[in-house]
């Protein structure tokens, strides 16, 4: 059973340049949340989708975007770059139920903004 | 709004050793889910144990044990004959059983750098 993917690993951005992000949950798995990494706030929380909608958002400004298309595959946009979302964003998938699941996490992708 | 807290930024620990990271958390539930995720080198966070509120029984998982202490708010890991793969950053993790918005995000902890030496 295929893990959760994403692409690319490795992103160098200028300021100023948007990127798009994308993230293939496992297979079944609905539910697709998006973090992002920083070696000084840790992990945060960007959003978190299930069939197409989005459930929540995180305290990000809103250059931050996301969707998820009807194969739960999930794409997340960063526009007007700025050197502060240098980053490691994860995906995560879970399945629907048991709830008690837990989250699924991608290798991430690494964003360097130069 | 949840707090995970974990309090050791970095510890270590021999090989074949045994060795307990800690973790508290705030919330006003009464029901949620509490994890431990490992991240290594390969940045991938790979869940390690999972612990529901409502048992009392402390999870295990192999050499991974929780202490589970939901008066006190305390979620502790215990690691057990410790090997060179437990290197890794470890996160203690929140997530509520109930959401009106369908919403079942995680609330991380600061997370623990644990070295394991040979």
Same mark, same amino acid.
């Not at chain 1, 459930?55 to 975007?65: D, E, V």
């Not at chain 1, 969707?67 to 999930?74: D, E, L, M, V, Y």
């Not at chain 1, 989250?103 to 130069?114: D, N, P």
């Given at each position: 059973k295929a893990g959760v993917t994403q692409t690319p690993r490795y992103l160098i951005k200028t300021r100023g340049q948007q990127v798009t992000l994308s993230?293939?949950?496992?297979?079944?798995?609905?539910?697709?949340?998006?973090?992002?990494? %920083?070696?000084?706030?840790?992990?945060? *929380?960007? *959003? &978190?989708?299930?069939?197409? %909608?989005?459930?929540?958002?995180?305290n990000?400004?809103? /250059?931050?975007?996301?969707?998820? *298309?009807?194969?739960? /595959?999930?794409?997340?946009? =960063?526009?007007? $770059?700025?050197?502060? #979302?240098?980053?490691?964003?994860?995906?995560?998938?879970?399945?629907?139920?048991?709830?008690?699941?837990?989250? %699924?996490?991608?290798?991430?992708?690494? $964003?360097? @903004? =130069? | 709004a949840q707090t995970v807290t974990q309090s050791q930024p970095e510890m270590s620990v021999q090989e074949a050793e045994t060795v307990t990271l800690s973790c508290t958390y705030d919330t006003s539930e009464s #029901?949620?889910?509490?994890?431990?995720?490992?991240?290594?080198?390969?940045?991938?966070?790979? $869940? @390690?144990?999972?612990?529901?509120?409502?048992?009392?029984?402390?999870?295990? &998982?192999n050499r991974f044990s929780v202490n589970f202490q939901k008066a006190a708010k305390s979620f502790s890991l215990k690691i057990s004959d410790s090997q060179l793969g437990d290197a890794a950053m470890y996160f203690c993790a929140y997530r509520t059983a109930y959401s009106g918005a369908g919403s079942y995000q995680l609330t991380f902890g600061k997370g623990t750098k644990l070295s394991v030496i040979p």
């Amino acid at each position: 059973k295929a893990g959760v993917t994403q692409t690319p690993r490795y992103l160098i951005k200028t300021r100023g340049q948007q990127v798009t992000l994308s993230c293939s949950p496992i297979s079944g798995h609905r539910s697709v949340s998006w973090y992002q990494q %920083t070696p000084g706030q840790g992990l945060q *929380f960007l *959003f &978190e989708y299930f069939s197409e %909608t989005q459930r929540n958002k995180g305290n990000f400004p809103g /250059r931050f975007s996301g969707r998820q *298309f009807s194969n739960s /595959r999930s794409e997340m946009n =960063v526009s007007t $770059l700025e050197l502060g #979302d240098s980053a490691l964003y994860l995906c995560a998938s879970r399945p629907t139920s048991p709830l008690r699941e837990g989250y %699924t996490f991608g290798s991430g992708t690494r $964003l360097t @903004v =130069v | 709004a949840q707090t995970v807290t974990q309090s050791q930024p970095e510890m270590s620990v021999q090989e074949a050793e045994t060795v307990t990271l800690s973790c508290t958390y705030d919330t006003s539930e009464s #029901d949620y889910y509490l994890f431990w995720y490992k991240q290594p080198p390969s940045r991938q966070m790979i $869940l @390690v144990i999972r612990q529901e509120a409502y048992k009392q029984q402390n999870a295990t &998982e192999n050499r991974f044990s929780v202490n589970f202490q939901k008066a006190a708010k305390s979620f502790s890991l215990k690691i057990s004959d410790s090997q060179l793969g437990d290197a890794a950053m470890y996160f203690c993790a929140y997530r509520t059983a109930y959401s009106g918005a369908g919403s079942y995000q995680l609330t991380f902890g600061k997370g623990t750098k644990l070295s394991v030496i040979p």
